[in-house]
């Protein structure tokens, strides 16, 4: 059972460079959500989709761009990597039309940008 | 503005003893949720529960709704219990399911 699968794993970029983590899911779900988790802070949200071909800002949108490639892939990308972006990501996803929707979450990319 | 509290942050705990972690919040919400994360590891989702309590084993997961208060209790801890446990609550809007999260309860059992 995948769930939800995101790659890379680990990543050391340089300021400036570009990259795009990659999530996918095979639960058929609507709503993918791409969070940062830093020390001390709680879950962060920065984009979501709610279901294919809409995608909102989050609370913390600014440097990330994302797509919802299909239903069942959401990419995140960063355009020119910044050191306040060394975090670690994880993509998550539930289901939109129950409300009791449980909340699935990939294993983390850990990124750090020098 | 922290929708989710949770409390204590940190927990050391002798192997074997009853533990409680505390979650409360402020927004209407469609489900609670409790999840655990291992260090370096990924979340896992433990609970998701709307009334009343929810048993798996030797965890135990209570919320009250009016109080907008849950606890997840461990029986007889062991130290592979040792890891961050994290509320969520789940508000469901036009939009879908929107998800606001506590910063953790860090717990270490120690044998």
């Known amino acids: 059972n995948a769930g939800v699968t995101q790659t890379p794993k680990f990543q050391v970029l340089k300021t400036g460079q570009s990259m795009t983590l990659q999530c996918a899911q095979d639960?058929?779900?609507?709503?993918m959500y791409w969070y940062r988790q830093d020390p001390g802070m709680g879950l962060r949200l920065i984009y979501y989709s709610a279901s294919e071909g809409t995608t909102d800002k989050g609370e913390v949108p600014n440097g990330y761009n994302v797509s919802r490639l299909n239903k069942r892939e959401f990419s995140l990308r960063l355009e020119s990597a910044a050191p306040s972006q060394t975090s670690v990501y994880f993509c998550a996803s539930s289901e939109a039309h129950g409300r009791l929707g449980e909340l699935f979450f990939g294993e983390g990319s850990r990124l750090t940008v020098l | 503005k922290n929708e989710v509290e949770q409390s204590p942050q940190n927990l050391t705990a002798q192997e074997g003893e009853f533990i409680t972690i505390n979650c409360s919040y402020s927004?209407?919400?469609?489900?609670l949720h409790w999840l655990q994360q291992h260090p370096g590891g990924g979340i896992v989702s433990l609970f998701m529960?709307?009334?009343g309590k929810k048993k798996h084993g030797r965890l135990i997961a209570t919320i009250n709704i009016q109080e907008k208060h849950s606890s997840l209790h461990i029986t007889a801890s062991h130290p592979r219990d040792s890891a961050v446990y994290i509320c969520a609550v789940g508000e469901w809007g036009n939009t879908g399911n929107q998800f606001y999260f506590g910063t953790g309860t860090s717990l270490t059992v120690i044998p």
């Open positions: 529960l709307s009334s």
């Open positions: 639960m058929n779900h609507n709503s």
């Open positions: 927004v209407g919400i469609s489900a």
